[in-house]
C-alpha cells in the first residue's frame, strides 16, 4: 500500500512538472503566424504601407472566405474579397491579385501570405501585390456569413464592415426613379439619414434591371473609389435586390384614413410585450394592397444612438430610439377599432384580461426581437417618465428622415434636447393634423418637426405609475371633410386585470365619428 501511495504522489508530481514546462514554453514560445484581418486593417493610419514582420507582430498569414462573387460579373476589377468570422466579429480585407481573380470562388476558405505586402486604400482597403504562390485554398464552405445593418451603423464603424456582405432593409432611391432607370452605373440609396450607392457593372446580368423606389439590397460593401468618405454595397445578382415599393396608394382614400385614438404606455408590472396601441379607420382597408407602418419613439437621456441629443434620422432613427410596426396582412372597416403593439395582447400587463378577441393587425415580441426593420430590442417603447415619447402613422412601410407621418401622438415632459435640434433641423417630423402644423398657420412659417413653433401639443404622464391606464384620446372627427370637430383630448382610464376588453371600445371619452 505504501509502494502503491508513493507512486501515485510521484505521478501526481511529474504531472505538475510536465504542466509547469508547458507553461513555460507557452509563454517563451513563437509568435502565431498568423495576424487577424481585424488587427491588419488597424495598421493602415492614412498612408501606404509595407507590411515588414515588425508592423505584422512577426505574422506572415491572414486567412478569410471568398465573399466577392466573379461570375457575377459585378466585382472590382483584379480584386477578390474575403472575410473572417470570429467570436463576435466579422471582418474583410481586398486582395489585389490581378488576373488571378478567376481562380477563386465565393466559399473557398484560404491561406494569404501578407508579409512584405503593400497596404493600399483607394476608396477601399486592398492588400496589394499578391501572387498565386501567396494563397493557398484550403476547403470550401457551404455558408456565407451576412450582417441586416443600417446605412447609419456603417458610417459609425465603417472599419468593421467593409469588405464584408451586408444586407439593408428598407432603403429608398434617390431621386425617385424615372420610368425605365436602371441599375447599369452608379444609383444613389437613402437609408435613414445616410446615402449609400448601390454600384452596378455593365457587364453584371442584372445591370437592365429597373430601379423601384424603395429595395432591400445585399452586397459586398466598399468604400466608393470615387466618391470619397461614401460607401458602396456591390450585389451579386438579381436576388440582392429587393423590390419592396410601397403601391402607389388610391386618391380614394382620402386624408387621415387611419387616426390614432388611445394606447396603454404603462401596463402594471413589466412593460415588455405588453404596451399597445388603438386605432380608428376612416374608410376601409386592406392592408396586403396598401401597407401602413406605425413607429414608437422613447427619448430617455441614455438611449443610442444620439444619447442625449435630437434624434439623428428623425423617425427612421431606429436602435432604442424608434421601433417600427410594419402593418401588411389584414384589413379593418371603416369605423372599426384596431389594435398594434405586444404579441401578449393582454389589456393591463401579465395574467390580465386577453385582448385577442380584438382586431390586431401588428402584434410582435419587440422586447426579444425588435421592431420590423427599424428598432432594436427594447422592452419599453413607450415611455413612462422624462423626455417626451410618442407615435407616428405612416403610408407604406419605407421611411427616412425625410418622411412625413399622416398622423402623430406625443406625450411627456417639457424637455426639448432629446427631441429637437433647430439649428441643425433635426427631430420629429410632423402630421397637419389637429395638434400639430408643419407650417405656422398665421405667419406661414415652417416647423416641420415636435417641439418647433406652435407644435408643442404633448399629452402628460400620468401617476402613480405602474399600474395600468389606458389613455383615451376622446374627439369627434368628420367623416365627410375628414377634419376634427372637436380636436382630440385625453382621458386616464384605470384599468384592473378584470377590465373586459369591451372597455377599450366603449363610453363617452373614446373617438366618435360623425358624417
Not at 92 to 97: D, E, P
Not at 415 to 424: K, R
Not at 477 to 504: C, E, H, I
Request: a negative charge.
Amino acid at each position: 500500500m505504501k509502494k502503491i501511495l508513493t507512486y501515485i504522489f510521484l505521478m501526481l508530481a511529474c504531472i505538475l512538472v510536465m504542466q509547469a514546462c508547458e507553461k513555460r514554453d507557452f509563454l517563451n514560445g513563437t509568435p502565431s503566424p498568423y495576424i487577424a484581418i481585424e488587427d491588419l486593417r488597424q495598421i493602415h493610419k492614412g498612408s501606404d504601407v509595407q507590411m515588414t514582420a515588425e508592423r505584422l507582430a512577426q505574422a506572415q498569414q491572414i486567412t478569410g472566405v471568398v465573399v466577392s462573387n466573379l461570375q457575377s460579373g459585378n466585382t472590382p476589377d483584379g480584386m477578390i474579397n474575403i472575410q473572417q468570422a470570429r467570436p463576435g466579429k466579422l471582418h474583410g480585407i481586398a486582395l489585389k491579385v490581378g488576373n488571378l481573380a478567376s481562380n477563386y470562388q465565393v466559399g473557398d476558405s484560404i491561406f494569404v501570405n501578407v508579409s512584405n505586402k503593400e497596404l493600399k486604400r483607394n476608396g477601399f482597403l486592398y492588400v496589394d501585390g499578391i501572387a498565386s504562390t501567396d494563397i493557398k485554398v484550403i476547403t470550401k464552405v457551404s455558408r456565407i456569413y451576412r450582417r441586416n445593418i443600417t446605412a447609419s451603423a456603417i458610417y459609425q464603424r465603417p472599419n468593421d464592415y467593409e469588405s464584408t456582405i451586408v444586407r439593408i432593409v428598407g432603403g429608398e432611391m434617390f431621386p425617385r426613379p424615372e420610368a425605365g432607370q436602371t441599375f447599369s452605373g452608379v444609383r444613389r440609396m437613402v437609408n435613414g439619414a445616410d446615402t449609400l450607392t448601390i454600384r452596378t457593372l455593365p457587364t453584371a446580368p442584372f445591370a437592365d434591371l429597373q430601379v423601384p423606389r424603395n429595395i432591400n439590397v445585399q452586397g459586398l460593401l466598399l468604400g466608393d473609389s470615387e466618391h470619397q468618405g461614401v460607401m458602396s454595397i456591390w450585389p451579386s445578382s438579381s436576388a440582392d435586390i429587393e423590390d419592396v415599393s410601397d403601391p402607389e396608394i388610391p386618391g380614394d382614400l382620402g386624408d387621415m384614413p387611419l387616426i390614432f385614438t388611445g394606447y396603454c404606455p404603462d401596463p402594471e408590472g413589466g412593460d415588455g410585450n405588453y404596451e399597445y396601441i388603438q386605432l380608428l379607420a376612416n374608410t376601409d382597408i386592406n392592408f396586403a394592397e396598401i401597407p401602413f407602418s406605425v413607429v414608437t419613439t422613447n427619448n430617455a437621456t441614455a438611449n443610442q444612438p444620439n444619447a442625449g441629443a435630437a434624434p439623428g434620422a428623425g423617425w427612421a432613427t431606429g436602435g432604442a430610439r424608434t421601433l417600427k410596426f410594419n402593418l401588411t396582412e389584414g384589413s379593418v372597416k371603416k369605423g372599426e377599432f384596431f389594435y398594434v403593439g405586444g404579441h401578449q395582447k393582454r389589456i393591463n400587463g401579465a395574467n390580465s384580461t386577453s385582448l385577442s378577441e380584438l382586431n390586431w393587425v401588428r402584434a410582435i415580441p419587440y422586447a426579444s426581437s425588435g421592431g420590423d426593420g427599424l428598432g432594436d430590442i427594447n422592452s419599453n417603447i413607450l415611455a413612462n417618465s422624462g423626455h417626451a415619447g410618442g407615435m407616428a402613422l405612416f403610408v407604406g412601410t419605407n421611411i427616412n428622415e425625410a418622411t412625413v407621418p399622416i398622423d402623430l401622438v406625443f406625450f411627456g415632459g417639457l424637455g426639448t434636447a432629446t427631441v429637437v435640434d433647430s439649428v441643425n433641423n433635426r427631430g420629429y417630423r410632423v402630421a397637419n393634423n389637429d395638434h400639430y402644423r408643419p407650417f405656422h398657420l398665421e405667419t406661414g412659417e415652417p416647423q416641420a418637426f415636435f417641439s418647433m413653433g406652435t407644435n408643442q401639443y404633448r399629452i402628460p404622464h400620468f401617476i402613480p405609475a405602474n399600474v395600468g391606464m389606458f389613455i383615451q384620446l376622446g374627439g369627434i372627427f368628420n367623416m365627410t371633410t375628414r377634419k376634427w370637430d372637436t380636436v382630440r383630448g385625453y382621458n386616464a382610464y384605470l384599468l384592473t386585470k378584470q377590465t373586459p376588453a369591451s372597455a377599450l371600445e366603449e363610453g363617452e371619452l373614446v373617438t366618435q365619428q360623425t358624417e
